[in-house]
């Protein structure tokens, strides 16, 4: 029996996320979410006169096994048909509910780097470039030890997160897009951290409720060949099934020159993926502020209001910096006072100090102003 959280969620993905139209295609596909959330999501797309598909996907246990017998012939055809697939859609919305976010940490690295070739990869390109999409996790008993909390009370958490009011964040995130896309040096500093990069002529993309849920935070990209310096992130972050502390970049000519992390082989193994995967793709600002403190899940802890995030790969289209990988990978570092400070300056002025913003126009963004 699903509940009123439920039923405001799936309203909020429809109507708001996804603004579904009249005769759209919506994809729904779920993988270990509980059958009323996507009965749900079905109606409310019915009801606003758009087509649902629903696909509950395999289990992370079964894909495990799966990928552990590979074979690029496979990969060729799941992405032959998943693409095909997905060109049909105008919208997407995604749930995920893994009870173990490791479950892949065994799988060759070969063998994740050929099925993100071969499938993964031209599907989400498509899906993140021609379709009004929406991706979210669902909680899970296993999210909710990942926060230190207990399942019911991280529930109410998820749901109080992800039913914001995101239009009033759209309204406050608008002077940081503007301050943002006027900008040309930007500086971090902070606990082992000095980088300087340039985002002049890149667009500045605002993140509210549209693309992610939970959301959060405004996003460009650096200027290829201009970061310099390095970086030391504070937050744990999963890749392919591995989890990664303490990674720290040294940039010189843009290039990722110097990478170590508690697991430092496997780190460089993933920045050996192509040539663009030791640039940075995209720099973005969390906003959030209801979400105050990492999970190890990507989704949420991008969002930290205070935090920031400079992503090894793959550019968006929104804000091209020209950079084509097949990774693309948010490591997030934390600015507020409790994780050591930092600063953020665009063109000299201080704009973001310890986790709260400085200039008048922008302390709208600021977690009492927003909550």
Not at 175 to 181: D, E, I, P, S, W
Not at 198 to 212: D, M, T, W
Request: glycine content about 8%; hydrophobic content about 40%.
């Amino acid at each position: 029996m699903s509940d009123a959280r439920m039923e405001k969620l799936a309203r909020l993905l429809v109507e708001y996320s996804v603004a579904v139209q009249p005769g759209e295609k919506v994809l729904i596909d779920t993988a270990e979410v509980p059958p009323e959330m996507a009965c749900l999501l079905v109606r409310e797309t019915a009801a606003r006169g758009g087509i649902p598909f629903v696909e509950t996907g395999t289990s992370p246990r079964a894909r495990r096994e799966q990928l552990l017998h590979p074979s690029e012939e496979m990969f060729r055809t799941l992405g032959r048909r998943d693409l095909a697939f997905m060109k049909e859609m105008n919208c997407t919305i995604s749930l995920r509910g893994s009870q173990n976010i490791t479950e892949l940490a065994d799988v060759p690295e070969a063998t994740m780097k050929l099925a993100g070739e071969h499938w993964w990869r031209p599907v989400s390109d498509w899906r993140v470039n021609n379709t009004k999409w929406c991706g979210l996790r669902w909680p899970t008993p296993s999210m909710a030890q990942l926060a230190g909390m207990s399942t019911a009370a991280f529930e109410d958490f998820y749901f109080d997160v992800c039913t914001m009011d995101y239009a009033k964040m759209a309204r406050a995130e608008e002077a940081l897009v503007q301050r943002m896309q006027a900008a040309d040096c930007v500086r971090i500093t902070g606990p082992g951290t000095d980088l300087t990069f340039s985002v002049k002529g890149i667009p500045a993309v605002p993140c509210c409720g549209r693309r992610n849920i939970p959301d959060g935070e405004v996003y460009t990209a650096p200027v290829r060949g201009t970061v310099e310096g390095v970086i030391q992130y504070n937050v744990a972050s999963t890749y392919n099934g591995r989890v990664f502390n303490d990674v720290r970049l040294l940039f010189r000519g843009g290039k990722i020159v110097e990478a170590t992390a508690s697991d430092s082989a496997a780190l460089n193994a993933i920045l050996d993926t192509d040539a663009g995967a030791r640039e940075i793709g995209e720099f973005a600002l969390g906003v959030n502020p209801r979400i105050t403190r990492p999970m190890n899940d990507t989704l949420f802890d991008e969002k930290i209001a205070g935090s920031l995030h400079v992503t090894p790969g793959q550019a968006y289209s929104k804000a091209d910096n020209g950079n084509r990988s097949k990774i693309h990978w948010d490591l997030v570092l934390i600015q507020t006072p409790e994780y050591g400070g930092g600063e953020i300056r665009f063109d000299g002025e201080l704009i973001r100090k310890d986790g709260r913003f400085v200039p008048e126009c922008l302390q709208g963004l600021n977690p009492e102003r927003l909550a």
